[in-house]
């Protein structure tokens, strides 16, 4: 369907088109426009039909091409990475790994569906419905065996440790993806295991749910929900895009450049404060919404949260755990 001028942008910036790709797009039609008219009036004698091929042709090369802006990707690439299924994808393989002991929010899955199985599929939720102290205690524990345990804090500002899911940030994030996922649900105060998931489970353990969780997380989970930054910057639309770019330099400040380069539109929904501009917003944005509170979580990276040294800024340090690349296989 053909884009009007005042209709949402398709690259998902929350702009009208006529303000946002339109120009770009304008440009590239101009472009391919003079170079069809160069080629016809070289060729006088061309019929309508070769003219279409030479049209599709120009077209053609111009989607596929590098650009730099993208870093090497193709519009064509780019919008697959923006607008595909989970599971149509392209030019990337995403794979369950061997071995999902590193990452907290698969061990803490398996927490909440033993608990349910030792239970005959379910288990009572507290008042508040939430997952009982039990369970909470019991991802507390598994602290020391993840690679965030490297950067320890105290439990009152822990994301993975504390009295109840409430103060567990991760395990929260956890039981909201099994939701969504299909995995569980609430009923009647009690926390349920779908018939069929206990079935996958039995048969072939937590890897089971590992795409589906990862699907939930990349496409209907909220990455706002935690924070209360005023921004309706939707970053999961871009998810695959970071994923590739950190995975190959492990730079946040690199990895904000890039964004902002590739989809300048996206700083018209961070608004400026007294304290910060734009561009400081989104990479907090990054940082709060993708670094930490999705690649920390999944265990996929972990991240330095020191900040400053002798009283100045210092660079984000990352560290990439060997679960990113054991999932994402680029093939760009």
Known sequence: ???????????????????????????????????????????????????????????????????????????????????????????????????????????????????????????????????????????????????????????????????????INALHYTRILADIAGIIYLKSGRFHVKKTAQKQYQSQGVKAFFLPMLEAATTHYNWAYFDSFVSNCDLRTFWLFMVWRIQIHGSVEQLTEEVITAFPALLNEVPATQYKDPQDLLGVLIRSRFIERFLEFWGFITVNPKRFADGKPIAIKTNIQPLLKQTFAFDI
């Open 1 to 167: 369907m053909k884009l009007g001028r005042n209709d949402p942008c398709s690259c998902n910036s929350g702009k009208k088109y006529k303000r946002c790709c339109m120009v770009s797009a304008s440009k590239q039609h101009s472009e391919v426009f003079d170079e069809i008219a160069h080629t016809i009036a070289a060729n006088p004698d061309l019929s309508l039909d070769e003219m279409n091929l030479i049209a599709q042709h120009k077209i053609s090369g111009i989607n596929n091409s590098s650009l730099d802006d993208f870093c090497g990707l193709s519009a064509n690439q780019m919008d697959n990475w923006l607008r595909a299924p989970f599971n149509e994808l392209a030019r990337v393989t995403i794979s369950i790994p061997n071995e999902l002991t590193t990452s907290p929010v698969m061990r803490y899955l398996a927490i909440i569906l033993d608990e349910a199985m030792q239970q005959g599929g379910s288990f009572k939720a507290t008042t508040k419905g939430n997952l009982p102290a039990k369970i909470a205690k019991q991802a507390s524990e598994l602290l020391p065996e993840f690679a965030v345990s490297e950067y320890e804090k105290p439990v009152s500002i822990s994301e993975f440790a504390g009295s109840n899911e409430d103060k």
